[in-house]
């Protein structure tokens, strides 16, 4: 049977969850705004379905991407307070993980959007 409670539980730690990252993270916010900006220029230039989908898949990944790095940062934090050479390389890495991934985002997004604003000129 379907808890009520529990799922409005559930919801509400989610919601702290993307609150924390948001107020936490200046990476967060940054990827919050640029993603609503590709959002009105999405309507704007009236881009198709297809490309719909690619644009809000890549905006989920990169701010998933975003949480888990923060999730993972905070757990080493915790477990290894003092910088530790392997700490560095792990954060590091998940850094350049989101990097990758928003520079890959990007080239996407000009791929996508490259032939709206070339009619416009």
Avoid: C
Avoid at 48 to 71: D, F, G, K, P, S
Avoid at 89 to 112: E, T, W
């Amino acid at each position: 049977m379907l808890d009520i409670i529990k799922l409005k539980k559930s919801f509400k730690y989610a919601f702290d969850g993307l609150k924390y990252v948001y107020r936490a993270e200046q990476n967060f916010r940054i990827q919050i705004l640029v993603a609503l900006l590709v959002i009105i220029f999405g309507f704007i230039f009236n881009i198709r379905v297809q490309e719909w989908i690619v644009v809000l898949m890549l905006i989920a990944l990169i701010l998933i991407l975003e949480i888990l790095n923060t999730v993972l940062e905070t757990f080493i934090d915790i477990l290894k307070p003092k910088i530790h050479h392997y700490v560095r390389i792990v954060k590091d890495l998940m850094a350049g993980m989101v990097l990758l991934a928003s520079l890959i985002a990007i080239v996407v997004g000009i791929l996508i959007f490259y032939p709206y604003i070339n009619k416009l000129f």
